[in-house]
């Protein structure tokens, strides 16, 4: 099966180091994953200050970082996020875009994604002027491939209370002004989707003239009430017909890189394999990435991890916990003992990278 998937790291929160970035290459291109985004919350230059330059030492760890994804034979894209660049758009804002464009393509990305998510919305020619920002981005990049994220991207009403209502015919109007080869990412009826109904996906993509493009928000645990769980089962209702009913999936994967991993090898087993087992599929992946033991050792506390959580486990049992995973000395296990001991809050502030 010929089904375009990816992965954006596009959480909130602690960001992946340099070396797990790079790491992902090779595990990506074993798993049937054909592309990598760089997109972290965190980097202040592709969000809330995105007409400014990384350092010297950053932007060096940008160019290998995309030179090691080339060199496993797969694509990789930077997201930029013009926060709220649609609320103030006049002629110094389309100069530094054009400026900053320019300077993107230094990097050499493949990809280029133009992510309007998480700011505030409204106004009647808000389509109009997304589909604006997006065509100059299109006409300065070198990347090959465009992936826009509207403001409202999801069917979920929270994304209306969170940043006001949704401008009427908001989805067709970007479907019928934007180039048909942008991909439009889509997170389903909910922010966090557990399912994606075809019939949902085919009313969305009647709307935005176009399949949906999946932004899959599973198995990011970057919000307030999620940093405080482990999501490590194994992707369910993710069955090989989506790829006739949308046009790709990008998953947005946990602030714990070595971990996500799991759920990540499970996702292209799922999409591959018509009689999947979600529990045969976690117990398969764990072995191969972790080992036995710590496999085991993973089932046995997955309960503890995804549904009990950091705030439910008792002190004892944390430093039970703690004790038994730091004597695995592998990076999963190094990963669970840093959220065991509080290591990834939540935080809507970006951290200096």
Sequence with gaps: ??????????????????????????????????????????????????????????????????????????????????????????????????????????????????????????????????????????????????????????????????????????????????????????????????????????????QLGRKPYLWDNYPVNDSDRMCKFLHLRAFEYRPPQLADWTAGIAVNPMNQAYLSQIPLMTLAMSLRQPQYDPTAAFAKAAQLLCGNDLADDLSEDLASFQDQGLEQLAPILKSQLINKYQAFETPYSEEIVGWLRGEYPFSLDCLTQ
């Design 1 to 206: 099966m010929d089904f375009e998937a990816g992965i954006i790291e596009g959480f909130f929160g602690r960001p992946w180091s340099w070396p797990d970035r790079r790491a992902y290459a090779s595990f990506l291109a074993q798993n049937h994953y054909r592309y990598y985004i760089y997109a972290p919350k965190a980097d202040r230059i592709l969000r809330q200050d995105w007409p400014g330059r990384w350092s010297a030492p950053t932007f060096k760890q940008l160019q290998l970082l995309g030179e090691a994804y080339h060199q496993a034979g797969l694509s990789w894209g930077v997201g930029l996020n013009l926060f709220e660049l649609h609320c103030h758009y006049d002629a110094d804002e389309i100069a530094a875009l054009k400026a900053k464009i320019l300077y993107l393509n230094q990097l050499q990305p493949d990809i280029l994604a133009i992510l309007f998510d998480d700011m505030q919305g409204g106004g009647t020619e808000m389509a109009q002027i997304q589909a604006d920002i997006t065509h100059r981005v299109m006409d300065l990049t070198t990347a090959s491939t465009i992936f826009m994220c509207p403001t409202y991207y999801s069917s979920s009403s929270v994304l209306d209370r969170l940043f006001g209502p949704r401008p009427t015919d908001y989805l067709e109007s970007l479907g019928r002004l934007l180039d048909a080869t942008v991909q439009i990412f889509w997170t389903g009826p909910e922010i966090c989707s557990a399912v994606y109904p075809k019939s949902h996906l085919k009313e969305v993509g009647q």
